[in-house]
């Protein structure tokens, strides 16, 4: 079955890039789909981040638009998360997840990873 | 942006009881609505697509309904393995949006 593995530094200072891979297995990004980031606050709710196609169009969230940028690599089957300039408000477990189309559900997700953003 | 709010924020029931929880959209979203299941510590897990439709494997005591502005999640038959916390999310729009969550707990 498909699975999805978030990996990437769980420190990051601030002002800094934090950067997060999500590793597919069981599925080949090639084939279709579209694969996104999703991430959550501890203890609050969650929040999109933004969406890649194999073909490498994205959909981003316009709240961190001028932030992120998500990449796919085919060849490793995976896709990439860049956040830019971050604050002790990026602080947040990151997930991965297939999407069903464009717009559609999250399923399945990685286990998720804990990012700190802190000097 | 398409705003969600879901009531009640958490709830308190005993095993065998009957939940509901509310969800509502700030416009008209069709039925372009799912709900996942959050146990602590874990990824979210999706129940429910398209408002109504019940993902493969999900226990059938796990429903839901509605269509337009206003859904409701129902759990028949509450037991202690769906502690967690419930959230919606609407997919008619840009941003993709989740509802703030309802945490579940027994009595």
């Known amino acids: 079955q498909v699975q999805l593995q978030e990996s990437g530094p769980g420190l990051v200072k601030p002002s800094e890039t934090l950067s997060l891979t999500c590793a597919v297995s069981g599925y080949s990004i090639s084939s279709g789909y579209y694969w996104g980031w999703i991430r959550q606050p501890p203890g609050k709710g969650l929040e999109w981040i933004g969406s890649i196609y194999h073909s490498g169009s994205t959909y981003y969230n316009p709240s961190l638009k001028s932030r992120v940028t998500i990449s796919v690599d085919t060849s490793k089957n995976q896709f990439s998360l860049k956040l830019s300039s971050v604050t002790a408000a990026d602080t947040a477990v990151y997930y991965c997840?297939?999407?069903?189309?464009?717009?559609?559900?999250?399923?399945?997700w990685g286990q998720g990873t804990l990012v700190t953003v802190s000097s | 942006d398409i705003q969600m709010t879901q009531s009640p924020s958490s709830l308190s029931a005993s095993v065998g009881d009957r939940v509901t929880i509310t969800c509502q959209a700030s416009q008209d979203i069709s039925n372009y609505l799912n709900w996942y299941q959050q146990k602590p510590g874990k990824a979210p897990k999706l129940l429910i697509y398209?408002?109504?439709n019940l993902e493969t494997g999900v226990p059938s005591r796990f429903s839901g309904s509605g269509s337009g502005t206003d859904f409701t999640f129902t759990i028949s038959s509450l037991q202690p393995e769906d502690i967690a916390t419930y959230y919606c999310q609407q997919y008619d729009n840009l941003p993709l949006a989740f509802g703030p969550g309802t945490k579940v707990d027994i009595k």
């Open positions: 997840a297939r999407l069903s189309g464009a717009y559609g559900w999250f399923d399945p």
């Open positions: 398209d408002a109504s």
